[in-house]
């Protein structure tokens, strides 16, 4: 296959050879759209670093989970910030908490689609750690206790699948156990498996009002340094019943959505976060780059890598344009 006998550019020479030959196809089927749930009545609370998404109160999100259904996108996923923080995290777990209330009002309203939750306390306690603290320091067993409560509190309120990211040493195993002993046994879970310690988080914590009060999240995120820990992470949650394996963030750990998807037989995502999806806002804003382009040759990107579910704030958007 030497130049001349091969050219390569014959089958890129009009859109037509390109779409027949083209190795990945980008599909809203893969998408997830995460909304960020308030208390309160026609709330609408912009996020700066984030154009186009808002705190919502529970009326709004309704509205948006009406457009993303029939947008075609097929799940969407909660995350909730409440009234009132503690140290327990209470709120997380309460009964009439706001992810909660927002499932029951999903799922009567707009049946006909996916509800996932994100299990974690960052947003409910009031040090901003993703768990409970003693001497200062996150307690991994006692997290534990409290992130299976949270779930099957999701599950009780008519959650679809949950999505534990605390990255507590043995969340999965736990979480599955409690939803067992609820009755929930047939609720999968999404496991934010290799969840890096990264920068790329910073507008969510704006969004999720969740930054830590003190210190920082590296002694239970993992090192961006790391490849195969994240491989031993991902055994960890599959021995302990994951039904799907998370990547987070997408586009810095490309190669790590790869070796999951060769490495393990389960669906792979992969969260295209909100510092990703800022600095192509911020850069189209600017004029630098194409926005529409550059969010589909990153979506696309993520595809190929192998992530077979894409959690993404442009879900709406790039719903749009592969409609067309």
Not at 209 to 230: C, I, T
Not at 296 to 308: N, V
Request: with cysteine.
């Amino acid at each position: 296959m030497n130049f001349p006998e091969y050219r390569p550019r014959r089958l890129r020479k009009n859109d037509l050879f390109r779409r027949l030959i083209r190795e990945t196809s980008l599909s809203v089927d893969s998408f997830i759209f995460p909304l960020f749930a308030t208390v309160g009545k026609g709330v609408n609370k912009p996020i700066a670093s984030m154009p186009g998404h808002a705190q919502l109160s529970v009326d709004l999100i309704v509205k948006e989970v009406q457009e993303c259904r029939d947008l075609g996108i097929p799940a969407v996923l909660l995350f909730g910030i409440p009234d009132k923080k503690d140290g327990t995290a209470s709120g997380a777990f309460a009964r009439d908490g706001i992810v909660q209330q927002t499932i029951k009002r999903i799922k009567d309203k707009v049946p006909d689609i996916l509800v996932v939750t994100d299990v974690c306390l960052c947003e409910y306690t009031d040090h901003g750690h993703c768990g409970i603290l003693e001497r200062n320091e996150v307690d991994n067993d006692l997290t534990l206790e409290v992130l299976a409560e949270t779930a099957v509190s999701h599950a009780k309120a008519g959650a679809d699948m949950v999505a534990p990211s605390a990255m507590m040493d043995g969340q999965v195993g736990v979480i599955r156990e409690g939803l067992d002993e609820a009755g929930y046994e047939n609720v999968p879970i999404m496991a934010y498996s290799a969840k890096y310690a990264s920068c790329f988080y910073g507008p969510f914590r704006e969004a999720a009002e969740s930054a830590p009060q003190f210190g920082d999240r590296k002694a239970y995120q993992m090192d961006p340094a790391n490849g195969d820990e994240a491989i031993r992470e991902m055994n960890l949650d599959v021995q302990e019943g994951a039904d799907i394996l998370m990547v987070k963030p997408a586009l810095p750990y490309l190669d790590v959505i790869r070796r999951a998807k060769e490495e393990f037989d389960l669906p792979v995502a992969a969260y295209n976060v909100s510092g990703e999806f800022a600095m192509i806002k911020a850069a189209a804003q600017l004029g630098w780059l194409d926005g529409e382009r550059a969010m589909m040759e990153s979506l696309t990107a993520i595809s190929r890598a192998g992530a077979d579910i894409i959690l993404t704030y442009f879900a709406k958007e790039a719903a749009k344009l592969l409609r067309k």
